[in-house]
Nanobody
C-alpha cells in the first residue's frame, strides 16, 4: 500500500518560515513524481509545487515563487517544501501527492495524481 504522510504544519506569524515533509512508503521512491497542493476553506485544491524525478522540471505557483522550494531526500524517502516569508494567504491544508508517471501539463492538476496524504494545516496569522 502506497502511503504519503505529511508533517510540519502549524500556526505562524506573517514572515515566518516553515518546512513541510512528506514521507513515502510502499512504492519505489525514485519512481514517484511528487507535488504539493493546498486547499483553503471554500476554495479548490491547487498545485503549489511539483518536481519531476530528475529535478530538472519544476513548477511553482506564481504566488509562491521565490518563497517556496521543493526538494527530495532520497536517503529518507521524503520530499520537503520549504516555505519562507509566509503570508496570511498561504493559510490552507497542504497535501503531498504522488504519481508514477510525469505530469502531462505545465500546471499540475489534482487529477494527475494517484496517491495522496491526509494533509497538514498551515495557518499564517498575526
Amino acid at each position: 500500500e502506497v502511503q504519503l504522510v505529511e508533517s510540519g504544519g502549524g500556526l505562524l506569524q506573517p514572515g515566518a518560515s516553515l518546512r513541510l515533509s512528506c514521507v513515502v512508503s510502499g512504492f519505489p521512491f525514485d519512481s514517484l513524481y511528487i507535488g504539493w497542493f493546498r486547499q483553503a476553506p471554500g476554495k479548490e485544491r491547487e498545485a503549489v509545487s511539483y518536481m519531476n524525478i530528475g529535478g530538472d522540471i519544476t513548477y511553482y505557483k506564481r504566488a509562491v515563487r521565490g518563497r517556496f522550494t521543493q526538494s527530495r531526500d532520497h536517503a529518507k524517502n521524503s520530499v520537503h517544501l520549504q516555505m519562507n516569508n509566509l503570508k496570511p494567504e498561504d493559510t490552507a491544508v497542504y497535501f503531498c501527492a504522488g504519481v508514477d508517471r510525469p505530469v502531462p501539463r505545465a500546471i499540475p492538476l489534482p487529477s494527475d495524481f494517484d496517491y495522496w496524504g491526509v494533509g497538514t494545516q498551515v495557518t499564517v496569522s498575526s
